[in-house]
């Protein structure tokens, strides 16, 4: 009638343990978290790439005005950057277009230096996002100049 457990016998255990019990509590959580950053990221998507756009526009222009780079119009690179971020701000962002133009812009970051033929470069990609831009560019010409370039520095390029 009364019977008291046997200690010898294993008890018998009801429901998880603690420890599975806590880890799936975890993975619930951390499950709740990816969803939740990647529905955010998802409705922000625009604002992420205009954001990471201008970001990398002004690290490139940043660079060439602390890192003077001879026959490089300054001038002309901040006036076609500023208006292409204005203009960036103001229109949504077309994503196969964008994504032409980032890997573009990422190349000429890649080595953390902006010559002279990068600078140009740069100035064109802007343009060609945003053709209106042209208006702020010198007519025809790129806007460096070889002859400011020193020969020793073309002759070591090629």
Do not use: H
């Amino acid at each position: 009638m009364n019977q008291q457990p046997n200690p010898a016998l294993p008890s018998e255990k009801k429901g998880m343990s603690k420890g599975c019990l806590v880890a799936l509590i975890v993975v619930i959580v951390l499950v709740v978290i990816v969803v939740g950053a990647g529905l955010v990221c998802w409705k922000y998507k625009d604002r992420i790439m205009t954001a990471s756009t201008v970001a990398m526009v002004r690290a490139i222009t940043t660079e060439l005005n602390e890192n003077a780079v001879e026959g490089v119009d300054t001038v002309v690179v901040n006036q076609v950057s500023e208006a292409f971020i204005a203009r960036l701000d103001r229109e949504e962002m077309d994503l196969q277009r964008f994504q032409a133009f980032a890997q573009e812009i990422q190349f000429i970051m890649a080595d953390k230096q902006v010559d002279a033929e990068e600078a140009d470069q740069f100035v064109s990609l802007l343009v060609e996002y945003f053709p209106e831009l042209e208006d702020l560019t010198p007519e025809d010409e790129p806007i460096w100049d070889t002859a400011a370039v020193p020969e020793d520095s073309l002759e070591q390029e090629e």
